[in-house]
C-alpha cells in the first residue's frame, strides 16, 4: 500500500492523517467544526479513509494530541469514542471512532492552572489517558482501545514507573499500536522538561506541544519521507532545538513541515508582528532549526488564508520567511483553506514514493508563482 500524509482543511487548527505501507493509520489532532457554507465537512472526509474493525467500529490505529488546545482536539468528545470498548453500543449504527492507542504528553498529569486551561474536550482525552495509564499499572500493556503512550518524561515524576509506555526525549518509536513497523519512526523531540528555573517559566501549553519527526518509507527505503510536524510549539522551544541539534541538523530534516501554531510569527520571533510590523526580527536560531529542508520540501500552512493585515496566526510575514526556506530548497509553500482554492478547500494528501515526497493532486506552475510574488512584496529581514 503506497503510504500517504493527508492535511485537512480545518481553518486555524491542525487534523493530519499518516497512512503507513502497511495500512496503518495515525492521527495527529483534530479540529471538526459544524460544516456549513465556509467549514468543510472533514469529519465526513476522515471516516471515508478509515478501516472498520470485526465489530463494524471505524478506527485509528494511533492518535497524537500535541497539546491540549480546542483547535487541536475540537470534536473529540462527540466523534471519538473515549472509554473502554466494552461500553460501546452494540445496538445500532457504530458512530464513534475507536482510538486504538493515544500517543500523549505528560500534560495529562498536571494540574489546571492559569497557565494551563482545559476545554471539555482535552479534559476527556486527559481522562482517557489517565484511564488507560492506570490500567496499564494493573495489567501491563493493553489490547486495542486500551493502549497508551506517554511522549516525554513528567516534571514532577508522574512517570518514573511506567517503564515502556513512556518514550523519552530524543528516543524513537517503531511500532504503532502494538505492532512493528519496518517502514515507518517518529523521532520524539519535544516536550522536553526545564532545565532551570527559566525553563520552567517559558515552557507553557505551547511550547510544550509534541514535536515529532516522523520517518515513512516505502519498500527497502525506510526514510523516503520525513515529516516534521510541531504542533503550537514557539520560538523559544525552537531555538533549544537549534541548540541542541546544530551539530547534527539531520535530525531536524524535512521534505514536509506543517508549519508550526498555523503559521504564526511566534514561532519565528519574540516580536509582535502588529505592534513592529517591519522592525520585528527573526530569532536566527529559530529560523534554523525551522529551515532544515530536503531538496524539494513542501512547507503546509494549516491555517485560515493568509492576508496582508496585522493576524497573527496566520502572519503575512511568517508567510515571507517559510517561502523563502522553500525557495532555497526549490521547494513549495501551500496553505490549507487555499487548496485547490479559497472558495472550496478540500483535504491535501501527499503521496510517499522511495523518490521522496509527491503531491498527490496535479501540480502547476501557481505555487512557485505565488512564491516569487510573495517574496518581491517586500525585503526579508533575517535580523542576522
Known amino acids: 500500500m503506497t503510504p500517504q500524509i493527508t492535511f485537512f482543511p480545518v481553518g486555524n487548527g491542525d487534523m493530519t492523517l499518516i497512512r503507513l505501507s502497511s495500512g496503518r493509520k495515525i492521527l495527529i489532532d483534530v479540529n471538526i467544526r459544524q460544516p456549513g457554507d465556509d467549514v468543510r465537512d472533514v469529519l465526513k472526509d476522515l471516516r471515508e479513509m478509515l478501516d472498520e474493525d470485526a465489530e463494524g467500529r471505524p478506527y485509528v490505529d494511533v492518535m497524537v494530541l500535541s ?19 466494552s461500553d460501546y453500543p452494540t445496538t445500532g449504527t457504530p458512530s464513534k471512532i475507536v482510538v486504538r492507542e493515544m500517543w ?20 476527556a482525552w486527559n481522562t482517557e489517558a489517565k484511564r488507560r495509564v492506570r490500567l496499564f499499572e494493573e495489567e501491563g500493556m493493553g489490547e486495542d482501545g ?47 522538561n526545564a532545565d532551570n528555573e527559566e525553563d520552567a517559566e517559558k515552557l507553557s501549553k505551547n511550547e510544550s506541544s509534541v514535536i515529532m519527526n516522523y520517518s515513512i518509507g516505502t519498500g527497502a527505503k525506510s526514510d523516503a519521507v520525513k515529516f516534521l510536524s510541531g504542533g503550537d510549539a514557539e520560538v523559544y522551544i525552537w531555538e533549544k532545538q537549534w541548540k541542541r541539534h546544530k551539530n547534527k541538523p539531520h535530525v531536524l530534516q524535512y ?4 508549519t508550526p501554531h498555523h503559521c504564526s510569527w511566534h514561532t519565528l520571533s519574540y516580536d509582535s508582528w502588529s ?14 532549526a525551522l529551515s532544515q529542508t530536503r531538496p524539494g520540501a513542501y512547507l503546509v500552512a494549516s491555517s485560515c488564508p493568509i492576508k496582508d493585515d496585522d493576524n497573527d496566526p496566520p502572519c503575512i510575514r ?23 482554492n479559497e472558495k472550496k478547500p478540500e483535504p491535501m494528501t501527499f503521496e510517499v514514493t522511495s523518490g521522496g515526497v509527491k503531491a498527490k493532486w496535479k501540480t502547476s506552475v501557481e505555487p512557485r508563482a505565488a512564491v516569487a510574488s510573495v517574496l518581491a512584496t517586500k525585503p526579508l529581514s533575517h535580523g542576522r
Not at 491540549?68 to 473502554?84: A, K, N, V, Y
Not at 498536571?110 to 482535552?122: F, G, I, N, W
Not at 505592534?275 to 534554523?288: I, T, Y
Open 255 to 258: 521534505d514536509l513541515l506543517s
Open 67 to 85: 497539546h491540549p488546545d480546542q483547535d487541536h482536539c475540537r470534536g473529540l468528545r462527540e466523534h471519538f469514542h473515549m472509554s473502554p470498548l
Open 275 to 288: 505592534e513592529k510590523k517591519e522592525g520585528a526580527k527573526v530569532s536566527p536560531d529559530a529560523r534554523d
Open 318 to 340: 511568517a508567510k515571507r520567511e517559510y517561502v523563502a526556506i522553500a525557495k532555497d530548497a526549490s521547494g513549495t509553500f501551500i496553505n490549507t483553506s487555499t487548496h485547490p
Open 104 to 123: 500523549s504528553s505528560p500534560l495529562i498529569f498536571r494540574r489546571a492552572s492559569k497557565y494551563h486551561t482545559l476545554c471539555d474536550d482535552a479534559k
Open 146 to 192: 486500551d493502549r497508551v503512550l506517554i511522549l516525554g518524561e513528567d516534571a514532577d515524576g508522574k512517570t518514573d514507573n511506567l517503564g515502556q509506555i513512556v518514550i523519552k526525549t530524543d528516543s524513537t518509536v517503531t511500532r504503532v499500536a502494538g505492532h512493528a513497523e519496518t517502514n515507518f519512526s517518529a523521532l520524539l523531540l519535544a516536550p522536553m
